[in-house]
């Protein structure tokens, strides 16, 4: 059991050049999420999917897109890389059944090892 | 609004002190709260988890965290500091949604021997 995994680790891009962050997961969750981080600033959310075939826009989502076409993997498409998008990028997931359970529904979120982002 | 301080940027401990990193989150109902940490160069790591009932929660590695409605904190503490805590530390707020999460800003904990 592998969990949430990333690649690549680490990646240098040129001003718009575009790359796929890849993220799969091994736990059956029908919820991923796609985080970056900067520095100071915490974790935001750039988008998420609540289950294989629906993707919605996180707090920062320009600049990104997304696929989900199988439960297991949420890869993360830059098209046009920009120097504001040098960041650590997460990966995570998790168990949720919408709530109907009430609180105890809402299981944590696994995170990935991350891929460090440079664009010069 | 929703969100979540973490007022220390950096906190500083010698090794077998106790450790107490600070929390404040604004919401509106009955929030579901989080800690998590991040070891250099990992992913982040669930340290413990409110929902409600018992205030006290306690958590992995020997961590514990009091929620206080009174004071909207959720302060992360350990009696006593291990070399290998150090780390940074996330606050995290469960918002409306059923998905998100709120983050703080985070705490670098650094020990000295």
């Known amino acids: 059991n592998a969990g949430v995994t990333q690649t690549p680790k680490f990646r240098i891009l040129k001003i718009g050049q575009s790359m796929t962050l890849q993220c799969t997961q091994d736990m059956n969750h029908n919820y991923m999420y796609w985080y970056r981080q900067d520095p100071g600033m915490g974790l935001k959310l750039i988008y998420y999917?609540?289950?294989?075939?629906?993707?919605d826009k996180g707090e920062v989502p320009n600049g990104y897109n997304v696929s989900r076409s199988t439960t297991e993997d949420f890869p993360l498409r830059l098209e046009l890389a920009a120097p504001s998008q040098t960041s650590v990028y997460f990966c995570a997931s998790s168990y949720s059944d919408g709530g109907l359970a009430g609180a105890s529904s809402y299981n944590e979120q696994f995170f990935g090892p991350g891929t460090r982002l440079t664009v010069l | 609004a929703q969100s979540v301080t973490q007022p220390d940027i950096h906190i500083t401990v010698s090794e077998g002190a106790s450790l107490e990193l600070r929390c404040n989150y604004s919401?509106?109902?009955?929030?579901?709260l989080f800690w998590y940490v991040q070891s250099p160069g990992q992913g982040l790591q669930l340290l413990l988890k409110?929902?409600?009932?018992?205030?006290l929660v306690q958590g992995i590695k020997g961590f514990e965290a009091e929620f206080k409605r009174s004071q909207s904190s959720f302060n992360l503490r350990k009696p006593s500091v291990h070399w290998s805590d150090a780390a940074e530390y996330f606050c995290?707020?469960?918002?409306?949604?059923?998905?998100?999460?709120?983050f703080g800003s985070g705490t670098r904990l650094l020990v000295r021997p």
């Open positions: 995290a707020l469960k918002g409306d949604s059923s998905y998100k999460l709120i």
């Open positions: 919401y509106g109902a009955t929030p579901y």
């Open positions: 999917s609540v289950g294989a075939g629906i993707t």
């Open positions: 409110y929902f409600s009932g018992d205030t």
